[in-house]
Structures are given as structure tokens and as C-alpha cells.
């Protein structure tokens, strides 16, 4: 697999637009070059209607630790008990919301993989970062504790999402996004983790999939918003496939 392509339904949609949703996305880009991450509590009825298909399933977060006394977390044992493969770690909006630290999110990363589910990693800066010219060196701080928990054959993605770019309409012009997963590409080569996948996530749609998909170092995209439209969603997935 060289691309991947994640739909990240946030806290939209109810259980019936949910389903309806799974059930376009198992009709319309079949394959294990995708997965949709629904809101936890719909992730069973979205796991029946994705059965005949080969669409991943993720959470959108996950407890850095076991089961236990932390109330109103998920542990990993339990997102692969209901089916789950993938899960979010880092999202911005729980980084700025929920002030998860990059220790916190490396822990998570690790819970993960120690489970056999595969996390994207998020990582992204501010505007403020971009334009005082700091963007890789925050980058680079989120993403390092994350990579030192992984070992050689850990199966992990890394999502870059500038958090300017994020439910804004802006993207990243495809340049600048390159010129950041090209640097993180560098940082995975040298740990030896140079299958790791690296996502673009940011205002990603149908009309500017194929300009991302065309950078050498942007091998998929994690989907906010045209998540939510099965047709808009399938269009990206299909900009990706035109780059194996
Ligand atoms: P967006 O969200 O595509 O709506 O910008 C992306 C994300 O937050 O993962």
C-alpha cells in the first residue's frame, strides 16, 4: 500500500447519517487504502455497515493507558474489541482543546501500536508558528517523542495538519506542504522508519487532491469536512490511486 486516504467525521452526523455515510463509502472507494473515523459511539453501527468491505476503521482518540480508572477514556484493548484498526493520536483539536502535551500523544502512539492498532500521528503549527518562520521546529517538537517510542516494522502514519489550514478553506499551498513532508520524511529515514506513510490534512477536497497527491512526499490525506460527502470523499481517494 502506498497511499492512504482518512476520513475524519469529528463530532458530526447521528447514527442513521452515519451508517448512510459508511454504506457510500463501502460502495463508492472500496479498499484497504481507506478508513473513516466516526465519532466513537457510533463506531459498531459503523463497523456492520462497512462488513462487506475492505474500509479500515478508527477512533478518533485512544487512552494512553490500559483498562482501568480513567473515566470517559477508551483503551486500546477495547477499540480492537470492536473492530477498530486505526486510531487518531494528536489531532490539533485536542491538543489545543484537551492541552495534550507530545509526551501525552507519544504515549498514545505507543499504547497503540503495543495493541496492533495503527495511529496517525498529528502534528501541525499555528499561524503564528508559520509566520515567525518556526513551522518545522514545532513540528519537529510534536512529531520527535512520537518517533522515539517506534521501532523498526511499527506499523504508524504521521498526518501533517498546519492548524491554520484546518475547517479554513486554506490549504497549504502544495509547495510548502512538501517542503514539511519532505522534512519529516528525513527524520523517519533516519530512525530506519521510512515505510511510515506521511498524510496532508488541511482543508483537503475533490479540487485540490490531485495537486497534493502529484508531491513526491505527500502519500495521502486525512479528510475533515469533504469527509462528510461520500462523492467528495471518493474523488480524493481516486486523486491518491492515480499517484500508485
Ligand atoms: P478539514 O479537517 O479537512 O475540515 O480541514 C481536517 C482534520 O481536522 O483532520
Not at 479500515?56 to 477508551?74: E, K, Y
Not at 496532508?200 to 495537486?211: H, I, Q, W
Amino acid at each position: 500500500m502506498s497511499t492512504f486516504v482518512a476520513g475524519n467525521w469529528k463530532t458530526h452526523l447521528l447514527n442513521d447519517s452515519a451508517v448512510a455515510l459508511a454504506s457510500d463509502v463501502a460502495e463508492l472507494c472500496n479498499g484497504t487504502d481507506v478508513a473513516v473515523f466516526p465519532p466513537a459511539v457510533y463506531a459498531q453501527s459503523v463497523r456492520q455497515a462497512l462488513a462487506n468491505s475492505q474500509v479500515g476503521l478508527g477512533l478518533q482518540d485512544l487512552s494512553d493507558l490500559g483498562p482501568g480508572a480513567t473515566t470517559g477514556d477508551i483503551c486500546a484493548d477495547q477499540a480492537r474489541d470492536i473492530g477498530c484498526q486505526y486510531v487518531l493520536v494528536g489531532h490539533s483539536e485536542r491538543r489545543i482543546r484537551q492541552q495534550e502535551s507530545s509526551d501525552w500523544v507519544a504515549a498514545k502512539a505507543k499504547a497503540a501500536v503495543d495493541a496492533k492498532l495503527v495511529p496517525l500521528v498529528c502534528v501541525g503549527e499555528t499561524l503564528q508558528e508559520r509566520e515567525s518562520g518556526r513551522h518545522v521546529d514545532a513540528v519537529m517538537q510534536q512529531l520527535l517523542p512520537a518517533l522515539q517510542v517506534m521501532q523498526s516494522g511499527d506499523r504508524f502514519m504521521v498526518a501533517y495538519e498546519p492548524v491554520w489550514a484546518i475547517g479554513t478553506g486554506k490549504t497549504a499551498s502544495a509547495e510548502d506542504a512538501q517542503a514539511m513532508h519532505a522534512q519529516i520524511r528525513l527524520q523517519l529515514a533516519e530512525r530506519g522508519l521510512e515505510q511510515t506513510l506521511v498524510l496532508y490534512g488541511g482543508s483537503v477536497k475533490a479540487a485540490n487532491a490531485s495537486e497534493l497527491a502529484e508531491q513526491p512526499d505527500i502519500d495521502g490525506a486525512l479528510v475533515g469536512g469533504a469527509a462528510l460527502n461520500g462523492q467528495e470523499f471518493a474523488a480524493i481517494v481516486a486523486a491518491f490511486r492515480e499517484k500508485k
